[in-house]
């Protein structure tokens, strides 16, 4: 910028300016008051042709406190002793200029145009912020840190270099609108700013703003400064202006021809009474648009919807007063000679008067010059008003009759199910019938019960006789029956996807019509109708109360679940299910269910209607009671070698018990393990035949019952697996019987019963073993915080190993599944005392460790903060909950360029946890991204149903993979074909190939044998499709029934297999999918094939039949004793014989074939077969 206060260029610019002095205060570099220097701002010349504003603008203010002092003699600048080379092009704005590269070669052979751009931009010396700092250290990296900000904020690149005058020269190159905003930085940061009021009259300030501000915005963009324009409430008609003195200089001058520019222009509002309107207007605005033609000015009318008279005129002053007094004049006319006249016309038929668009109304006031004046559609009056001429009254007043009476609207009452008869399908039969009405509008409305007519009126009055003519028609053909059905059940009669409805439709040939559930516009409704012949809807009428009665009566059935014992199962059912049949006949034929003998199952269930199952319920509960208490059992343990004695001779003793008590005693069978004696029977009597059996076992020897404590917590040890070891027990003590209480009870008392001896010899043993087990298997419970419990057990263990190699104890923690919280920090420790005890206080050692919290920290290159604190911070959770549930913070966003991360926790834990943190780190400096180009229509294949494919690929080999966006192609070509000179360049088309491909490529990152693993790994997911031969006539097999077999193929092995329609008679089927994937299924397919013709020629063998002639009365002989001689026969030679049928189909014998017999099997059986029937 030129360093002299005074403003050049005016004269070169703008003809008819002259130069308007004025001051700015200056101030030294110390602060105090300098001289007044003078500043040459060009004015308009009124007699150039502009128009002056309201209020002349003198002159504007200047005030540059910041702007240094200048000094009186000026050096030559680094441009005048070393002149640039001449431009191809000549600027005169400095901010503009665009640097000629130098490089000649043909522009128009270029096929991709460049679309950056390189500017010049310079900053005097006296214009600069920092030039006081030219003999300080430091100015130019200040200076160079201000560009280094501009270049990454603005994305332009910018060279600065620094003149021997002190000129600030800027090289600026990128994207237009890129080079705009950095010049526009480097002029706030490194240029002084100024400032400046410009007086502007209020009203022109709207203009100046423009519409949303956007005007105001363009004009601060394109001068580099800020203009403040007053609040609309404030009667300051300063503008103020902030900005360089060059800038602000070029922002005044747009400013001031915005102004002129208004001031020139006129307004005038002139009121004309409203019913005048149609004639300044003219029909079809024909008389506005000449006025605005002729004119140039710009007329507004308010519409005939808003109440106001005021007809708005802009534009020049003299084209203003031309059209208002060409308005004027026609206001005048038509006030002289027009006069009225009204008529009243039905609302309904004010539409037609109108016409589309007020159409019509402009057609009568174009014909007859008659202005139609209609009441408003909200109003309810029917008066119209005629305003025009006297003898152009009457015509108008006999065309608009006629318009108002060319058209009628007719209802008719027609029942909606009437509607679609009429119309035919896809309304054929109306297109027919409506050839002779064609001019009529007919709608069909179904929820009114109605159709609609419009149309000349006699056309109308046909089109309604033909309707009615129809409506017979349909009536005497078609009978219509209503049938009243709960909502409830509508589902149940269409079926799933309509199956009942349609068989009923099918079966009566009666259309039946359900209400929808799901149409919100029609009411609920229970009305179900059917429409046909008398004959089927009569048919289809029975079917559905037929239909609606059992969903009744299903809808009334019950279940009841009973609890039987299932020993009593069989005796409830009877022989040959008697029992139970007399049971079902009793109580209407409900339904018992019993489980089936391996269920092992003791539930009944009684189904039905609600009172018979009751009933049964109840009957059947009292024949349980009574089972229950006739049939009571106790299972009696009496020591092997006695049984003879409890049997006596001859079964003497035994039968007497069973006679005086009234049960049944059952004895395991001789040479049986088992010495449990059952008795059955009325609970009272089986007690009382309990204590006689064991009366007589006491009396044979001295039995005697002993009693031990024993710890509950060691039973199940002594019992031993599936109850081996305390079976051996006491085997070896003379089968004395040992009995522990029940488990859960926490009792600790074992009973031990049989011979004196015996019983002392198993209480020693007992005793010795639960005496070691105790010693041996000391435990103690240790209650421990659940968060410690990962970090105690160590990565795989490792933590708890070493408590259990050097104690010798083991420690039991709590697997998660506890019911109660309390149970969830319950360690156990087990093993020998000492062990416990040693192994304890180990453990307290280190949880006392954990609970010590201290804070560490460690350096983490911020690059790697994000992988940390993704998904959530899910590494860094992970990370807390290994090692002791340490605390890890990473800097937030506010300190991106920090690397401190701070860990609180365990001291042992937060070591752990940076060896953790570092692990990673190593980890992702090893990893590496590399592209996998796979064509984009396979992408969605590859990724599978909500990401699984792709997530477990990631989860398998630990690395990430990301797909392109979607919509990659369609961007990148746009992008490419904007610099391209032409769509069919060669270069182009490269570009566009090459950024096209970038759709297709997926990025692998992780280590480098898991990314090509990966790879693989996709890749192998290709889907690829193959062809396997198959016979077309074993297609159906390959199918299957229902397309069970092809659809079980395709869920095995996750491919889609294509077999060719049946009219193709292909030998082909089509196989896609993943590559392992399809020939494992062509495999499995032609495995199949083989199969299928294995068995067809299996059947086919099979089939061999030869025919025998015997006669008839040896074939009794042949069949034998109830079938047992041919059956053997069969059986042996595995065939089928087939003997005549003794009548043929007339009821008389077929004599030609009654001794025929006929053998079909393998021919090698078939022929063994028959030599086996001729030798009989």
């Given at each position: 910028?030129n360093?002299d206060?005074t403003i050049?260029g005016?004269?070169?610019h703008y003809?008819?300016?002259?130069?308007l002095?004025?001051t700015a205060a200056m101030?030294?570099?110390n602060?105090?008051?300098?001289?007044?220097?003078?500043?040459?701002v060009p004015?308009?010349?009124?007699?150039?042709?502009?128009?002056?504003?309201?209020s002349?603008v003198d002159?504007?203010?200047?005030?540059a406190?910041t702007?240094?002092?200048?000094?009186p003699?000026?050096?030559?600048?680094y441009?005048?002793?070393?002149?640039a080379l001449?431009?191809?092009e000549?600027?005169?704005?400095?901010?503009?200029?665009?640097?000629?590269?130098?490089?000649?070669?043909?522009i128009q052979?270029m096929?991709?145009?460049s679309?950056n751009?390189?500017q010049?931009?310079?900053?005097?010396?006296e214009e600069r912020?920092y030039r006081e700092?030219?003999?300080?250290?430091?100015?130019q990296?200040?200076?160079?840190k201000?560009?280094a900000?501009?270049m990454q904020k603005?994305s332009a690149?910018?060279?600065m270099s620094?003149s021997?005058?002190?000129?600030?020269?800027?090289?600026?190159?990128g994207?237009e609108e890129a080079?705009?905003?950095?010049?526009?930085m480097i002029s706030?940061?490194l240029?002084?700013?100024?400032s400046a009021?410009?007086?502007?009259?209020?009203e022109?300030h709207r203009?100046?703003?423009g519409?949303?501000?956007?005007?105001?915005?363009?004009?601060?963009?394109?001068t580099?400064?800020?203009?403040s324009?007053?609040?609309?409430?404030?009667?300051s008609e300063?503008?103020?202006?902030?900005?360089?003195k060059e800038a602000?200089?070029k922002?005044?001058?747009?400013?001031?021809?915005?102004?002129n520019e208004?001031?020139?222009?006129?307004?005038?509002r002139v009121?004309?009474?409203?019913i005048?309107?149609?004639?300044?207007?003219?029909?079809f605005?024909?008389?506005?648009n000449?006025?605005?033609?002729?004119?140039?000015?710009k007329?507004?009318v308010?519409p005939p919807?808003?109440?106001?008279e005021?007809?708005?005129?802009?534009?020049?002053r003299?084209a203003?007063?031309m059209?208002?007094?060409?308005i004027l004049?026609i206001f005048?006319?038509?006030?002289?000679?027009c006069?009225?006249?009204s008529?009243?016309?039905?609302k309904s038929q004010h539409?037609y008067?109108?016409?589309p668009?007020g159409h019509?109304l402009?057609?009568?006031f174009?014909?007859?010059g008659?202005s139609?004046e209609?009441?408003?559609?909200d109003?309810?009056?029917e008066?119209?008003?005629?305003?025009g001429?006297?003898?152009?009254l009457?015509?108008a007043l006999t065309?608009?009759?006629?318009k108002?009476?060319?058209e009628?609207?007719v209802?008719?009452e027609v029942p909606?199910w009437y509607?679609k008869?009429?119309?035919?399908p896809k309304?054929?039969?109306?297109?027919?019938?409506?050839?002779?009405?064609?001019?009529v509008n007919v709608?069909?409305?179904?929820s009114e019960?109605?159709?609609k007519?419009?149309?000349?009126?006699?056309?109308?009055?046909?089109?309604k006789?033909?309707?009615?003519e129809?409506?017979r028609?349909?009536?005497?053909k078609?009978?219509v029956?209503?049938?009243k059905?709960?909502?409830?059940?509508?589902?149940?009669?269409?079926g799933?996807?309509g199956?009942h409805?349609?068989?009923?439709r099918?079966?009566t040939?009666?259309?039946?019509?359900?209400p929808?559930e799901?149409?919100e516009?029609v009411a609920a409704?229970?009305?179900v109708?059917i429409?046909?012949?008398p004959?089927?809807?009569?048919?289809?009428?029975q079917?559905?109360?037929t239909m609606?009665k059992?969903?009744v009566?299903?809808?009334?059935?019950?279940?009841k679940d009973l609890?039987?014992e299932q020993?009593?199962?069989r005796?409830?059912?009877?022989t040959?299910?008697?029992n139970?049949?007399v049971?079902?006949?009793?109580f209407n034929q409900?339904?018992?269910?019993?489980p089936?003998p391996?269920?092992?199952s003791?539930?009944?269930?009684?189904?039905?209607?609600?009172k018979?199952?009751d009933l049964c319920y109840?009957h059947?509960s009292?024949?349980?009671?009574e089972?229950l208490?006739?049939?009571?059992r106790?299972?009696v343990?009496i020591?092997k070698?006695?049984?003879?004695?409890?049997?006596g001779?001859?079964?003497a003793n035994?039968?007497?018990?069973?006679?005086?008590?009234?049960?049944?005693?059952?004895?395991?069978?001789?040479?049986?393990?088992?010495?449990?004696i059952v008795?059955t029977?009325?609970?009272?009597n089986v007690e009382?035949?309990?204590?006689?059996?064991?009366?007589?076992?006491?009396?044979?020897?001295?039995?005697?019952?002993?009693?031990?404590?024993i710890p509950?917590?060691?039973h199940?040890?002594?019992?031993?697996a599936?109850?081996?070891q305390?079976?051996?027990?006491?085997?070896d003590?003379?089968?004395?019987?040992?009995?522990?209480?029940?488990?859960?009870?926490?009792s600790?008392k074992?009973?031990?019963r049989?011979p004196k001896?015996?019983?002392?010899?198993?209480k020693?043993?007992l005793i010795?073993?639960s005496n070691e087990?105790?010693?041996?298997?000391f435990?103690?419970?240790?209650k421990?915080?659940p968060?410690?419990?990962?970090?105690l057990?160590g990565?795989?263990?490792?933590?708890?190993?070493?408590v259990r190699?050097?104690?010798?104890a083991r420690v039991?923690f709590?697997t998660?599944k506890?019911?109660?919280p309390?149970d969830r920090?319950s360690?156990?420790?087990s093993g020998?005392k000492e062990?416990v005890?040693?192994a304890?206080a180990?453990?307290?050692?280190?949880v006392?460790?954990l609970e010590r919290?201290?804070?560490g920290e460690?350096?983490?290159?911020?690059k790697?903060h994000k992988?940390?604190v993704?998904?959530?911070?899910?590494?860094l959770?992970?990370?807390g909950d290994?090692?002791g549930?340490v605390?890890?913070?990473f800097?937030?966003?506010a300190?991106?360029d920090?690397d401190?991360?701070v860990?609180?926790?365990a001291?042992?834990c937060i070591?752990s946890a940076?060896?953790?943190?570092?692990?990673?780190i190593?980890?992702l400096?090893?990893?590496?991204?590399?592209?996998?180009?796979?064509?984009?229509?396979?992408?969605?294949?590859l990724?599978g149903?909500?990401?699984t494919r792709?997530q477990?690929?990631t989860?398998?080999?630990?690395?990430r993979?990301?797909?392109?966006?979607?919509?990659?192609n369609g961007v990148?070509?746009?992008?490419?074909?904007?610099?391209g000179d032409y769509n069919?360049?060669?270069?182009?088309?490269?570009q566009?190939e090459?950024?096209?491909?970038k759709?297709?490529?997926i990025l692998i990152?992780?280590?480098?044998?898991?990314?090509?693993?990966?790879?693989?790994a996709?890749?192998?997911l290709i889907p690829?499709t193959?062809?396997?031969e198959?016979p077309?006539?074993?297609h159906r097999?390959?199918?299957g029934?229902?397309?069970?077999?092809v659809?079980?193929?395709?869920?095995t092995?996750d491919?889609?297999?294509?077999?060719?329609?049946?009219n193709?008679?292909?030998?082909?089927?089509?196989?896609?999918g993943?590559?392992d994937?399809v020939?494992k299924?062509k495999?499995?397919?032609?495995?199949?094939?083989i199969?299928i013709?294995s068995?067809k020629q299996?059947?086919q063998a099979?089939?061999f039949a030869?025919?025998?002639r015997?006669?008839?009365i040896?074939?009794p002989?042949i069949?034998?004793?109830?079938?047992?001689?041919?059956?053997?026969i069969?059986?042996?030679h595995?065939?089928?014989i087939?003997f005549?049928e003794?009548?043929?189909r007339?009821?008389?014998?077929?004599e030609?074939?009654?001794d025929v017999i006929t053998?079909?099997?393998?021919?090698n059986?078939?022929?063994l077969a028959?030599?086996?029937?001729l030798?009989i």
């Amino acid at each position: 910028m030129n360093p002299d206060p005074t403003i050049h260029g005016f004269d070169s610019h703008y003809s008819g300016v002259q130069p308007l002095t004025l001051t700015a205060a200056m101030s030294d570099p110390n602060g105090h008051s300098s001289h007044m220097s003078h500043y040459s701002v060009p004015t308009i010349d009124p007699t150039i042709g502009q128009h002056l504003m309201p209020s002349p603008v003198d002159e504007y203010h200047v005030s540059a406190d910041t702007v240094p002092p200048i000094a009186p003699t000026i050096a030559p600048t680094y441009d005048d002793i070393f002149p640039a080379l001449p431009e191809s092009e000549s600027r005169g704005d400095t901010d503009n200029t665009v640097v000629n590269t130098g490089l000649q070669w043909n522009i128009q052979k270029m096929k991709v145009k460049s679309s950056n751009i390189t500017q010049v931009f310079r900053v005097a010396p006296e214009e600069r912020k920092y030039r006081e700092l030219n003999s300080r250290f430091g100015e130019q990296a200040e200076q160079s840190k201000i560009c280094a900000d501009i270049m990454q904020k603005a994305s332009a690149h910018i060279e600065m270099s620094i003149s021997k005058d002190g000129t600030l020269t800027f090289l600026i190159t990128g994207k237009e609108e890129a080079v705009q905003l950095a010049k526009r930085m480097i002029s706030s940061e490194l240029q002084t700013q100024a400032s400046a009021t410009l007086p502007i009259p209020k009203e022109h300030h709207r203009f100046i703003l423009g519409k949303n501000g956007l005007k105001l915005s363009a004009l601060e963009q394109n001068t580099g400064t800020k203009i403040s324009i007053p609040r609309q409430n404030d009667s300051s008609e300063l503008i103020k202006i902030l900005g360089t003195k060059e800038a602000i200089d070029k922002a005044v001058h747009e400013i001031q021809l915005i102004s002129n520019e208004m001031a020139s222009r006129a307004n005038e509002r002139v009121s004309i009474p409203k019913i005048y309107h149609p004639f300044v207007c003219g029909p079809f605005n024909e008389n506005l648009n000449a006025i605005m033609n002729e004119t140039g000015a710009k007329v507004s009318v308010p519409p005939p919807s808003v109440n106001k008279e005021e007809i708005s005129i802009t534009g020049e002053r003299d084209a203003v007063l031309m059209a208002k007094d060409k308005i004027l004049r026609i206001f005048r006319d038509r006030e002289k000679k027009c006069q009225t006249v009204s008529m009243e016309v039905r609302k309904s038929q004010h539409k037609y008067i109108i016409g589309p668009k007020g159409h019509t109304l402009n057609d009568i006031f174009k014909n007859t010059g008659v202005s139609v004046e209609m009441p408003s559609p909200d109003s309810n009056s029917e008066t119209i008003t005629l305003r025009g001429e006297q003898d152009k009254l009457g015509p108008a007043l006999t065309v608009l009759y006629e318009k108002a009476h060319s058209e009628v609207d007719v209802e008719m009452e027609v029942p909606a199910w009437y509607h679609k008869y009429i119309l035919g399908p896809k309304g054929t039969k109306f297109q027919e019938i409506s050839q002779d009405f064609q001019k009529v509008n007919v709608s069909f409305v179904s929820s009114e019960d109605k159709i609609k007519m419009h149309g000349p009126v006699a056309e109308v009055d046909k089109a309604k006789e033909v309707i009615r003519e129809v409506i017979r028609e349909i009536t005497s053909k078609i009978v219509v029956e209503e049938l009243k059905v709960d909502s409830r059940y509508h589902r149940f009669i269409i079926g799933k996807n309509g199956v009942h409805i349609k068989h009923i439709r099918e079966e009566t040939g009666a259309q039946i019509h359900i209400p929808s559930e799901g149409n919100e516009n029609v009411a609920a409704s229970d009305v179900v109708r059917i429409e046909g012949s008398p004959q089927s809807v009569m048919k289809a009428k029975q079917e559905l109360e037929t239909m609606i009665k059992k969903m009744v009566e299903k809808e009334n059935e019950v279940s009841k679940d009973l609890m039987i014992e299932q020993r009593f199962h069989r005796q409830i059912i009877g022989t040959k299910g008697e029992n139970i049949k007399v049971i079902r006949e009793r109580f209407n034929q409900v339904v018992i269910i019993f489980p089936e003998p391996n269920d092992k199952s003791d539930k009944v269930t009684i189904r039905g209607s609600r009172k018979d199952v009751d009933l049964c319920y109840k009957h059947m509960s009292q024949l349980n009671k009574e089972l229950l208490t006739n049939h009571h059992r106790v299972e009696v343990p009496i020591f092997k070698q006695f049984h003879k004695f409890i049997i006596g001779k001859e079964g003497a003793n035994i039968k007497k018990i069973r006679d005086e008590t009234g049960t049944r005693i059952d004895l395991p069978a001789e040479g049986a393990n088992s010495d449990v004696i059952v008795i059955t029977g009325i609970k009272s009597n089986v007690e009382m035949a309990r204590d006689r059996i064991q009366t007589i076992q006491n009396e044979l020897e001295d039995v005697v019952q002993v009693d031990i404590i024993i710890p509950s917590k060691i039973h199940n040890y002594i019992i031993g697996a599936k109850g081996r070891q305390i079976r051996q027990i006491m085997d070896d003590c003379g089968g004395v019987l040992i009995r522990f209480p029940p488990e859960g009870s926490g009792s600790d008392k074992v009973s031990i019963r049989g011979p004196k001896d015996c019983v002392q010899k198993a209480k020693q043993q007992l005793i010795a073993i639960s005496n070691e087990q105790q010693i041996n298997n000391f435990s103690e419970e240790l209650k421990i915080k659940p968060e410690h419990h990962r970090y105690l057990i160590g990565k795989n263990g490792a933590n708890i190993k070493k408590v259990r190699d050097n104690t010798g104890a083991r420690v039991f923690f709590p697997t998660g599944k506890e019911e109660s919280p309390a149970d969830r920090d319950s360690v156990i420790i087990s093993g020998k005392k000492e062990e416990v005890t040693k192994a304890k206080a180990l453990l307290e050692d280190m949880v006392r460790d954990l609970e010590r919290v201290v804070e560490g920290e460690m350096k983490v290159d911020p690059k790697y903060h994000k992988h940390f604190v993704a998904r959530r911070g899910a590494i860094l959770k992970q990370i807390g909950d290994d090692f002791g549930g340490v605390t890890i913070s990473f800097p937030r966003n506010a300190q991106r360029d920090s690397d401190r991360v701070v860990l609180k926790g365990a001291k042992e834990c937060i070591e752990s946890a940076k060896q953790r943190i570092t692990e990673i780190i190593e980890d992702l400096d090893s990893q590496i991204t590399i592209e996998c180009v796979i064509e984009a229509r396979y992408h969605r294949t590859l990724m599978g149903t909500r990401g699984t494919r792709v997530q477990a690929i990631t989860q398998e080999h630990d690395v990430r993979i990301k797909f392109p966006e979607r919509g990659t192609n369609g961007v990148a070509a746009e992008e490419d074909l904007v610099n391209g000179d032409y769509n069919g360049s060669t270069e182009s088309v490269e570009q566009l190939e090459k950024t096209q491909r970038k759709s297709d490529i997926i990025l692998i990152t992780g280590k480098k044998e898991n990314c090509e693993s990966a790879q693989n790994a996709l890749l192998a997911l290709i889907p690829i499709t193959i062809e396997v031969e198959v016979p077309f006539d074993l297609h159906r097999f390959i199918i299957g029934q229902k397309g069970r077999e092809v659809r079980e193929l395709m869920e095995t092995y996750d491919v889609s297999i294509s077999v060719p329609p049946p009219n193709a008679s292909s030998d082909t089927i089509s196989i896609t999918g993943s590559k392992d994937n399809v020939y494992k299924a062509k495999k499995a397919v032609e495995e199949r094939v083989i199969k299928i013709e294995s068995d067809k020629q299996e059947k086919q063998a099979k089939s061999f039949a030869v025919s025998i002639r015997v006669n008839p009365i040896y074939h009794p002989k042949i069949i034998g004793k109830r079938g047992a001689i041919i059956t053997k026969i069969r059986d042996k030679h595995k065939v089928q014989i087939q003997f005549p049928e003794l009548r043929g189909r007339d009821g008389r014998s077929e004599e030609d074939k009654q001794d025929v017999i006929t053998i079909i099997g393998y021919e090698n059986d078939v022929n063994l077969a028959k030599e086996d029937i001729l030798e009989i």
